[in-house]
């Protein structure tokens, strides 16, 4: 991986994303449904991986292919040790393991017989407006850390600001 970064992208699909995640949210706040947090964490979680996805390519264009099929953890993980950093020493790393973590019980569900109060009962009962907030504002504080740890300029991570939507309580 190279020491120098060019990103040209500022407004792209992470950006839209983020800006989606706040529409579902007023809707849930106008018309409280499980459905539109379950849309919300799942698009975050969007906005991550496609965001980070333009990291790895801008540092390492030519290896990208082989690190696009690595997990999103794996990734956020790549992405600081690049810079000799530790991504499970941050302050939000569980949080992002865990709505990672939801993400993927919702987009990769696996039909199967399961215990109640299973690992992934747990998880859905964590779809919550609280972990909403919570979630969407440790995403947003990952990619501006993530930001400064490649020394990309601050204009091109979430044009909209989070406190602008979303109640932040």
Not at 63 to 76: R, V, Y
Not at 108 to 124: A, D, V
């Amino acid at each position: 991986m190279s020491d120098s970064i060019e990103l040209k992208v500022k407004r792209g699909i992470p950006s839209q994303y983020i800006k989606e995640v706040q529409d579902l949210y007023n809707l849930y706040k106008e018309n409280p449904q499980k459905t539109h947090l379950i849309a919300a964490l799942t698009i975050l979680c969007f906005a991550i991986e496609t965001r980070v996805n333009e990291m790895l390519f801008a540092i390492n264009k030519n290896g990208f292919e082989k690190i696009e099929k690595q997990t999103l953890l794996e990734k956020i993980k790549l992405l600081y040790k690049s810079k000799n950093q530790v991504f499970s020493k941050t302050t939000y790393y569980e949080d992002i393991k865990d709505l990672i973590k939801l993400r993927n019980l919702f987009v990769h569900y696996k039909p199967q017989l399961r215990e109640i109060n299973s690992t992934e009962e747990e998880l859905f009962n964590k779809v919550t407006e609280k972990n909403l907030i919570k979630y969407y504002s440790k995403a947003l504080k990952l990619l501006k850390d993530l930001e400064a740890v490649l020394d990309l300029p601050s204009e091109t991570i979430a044009p909209i600001p989070y406190s602008n939507r979303l109640d932040l309580k």
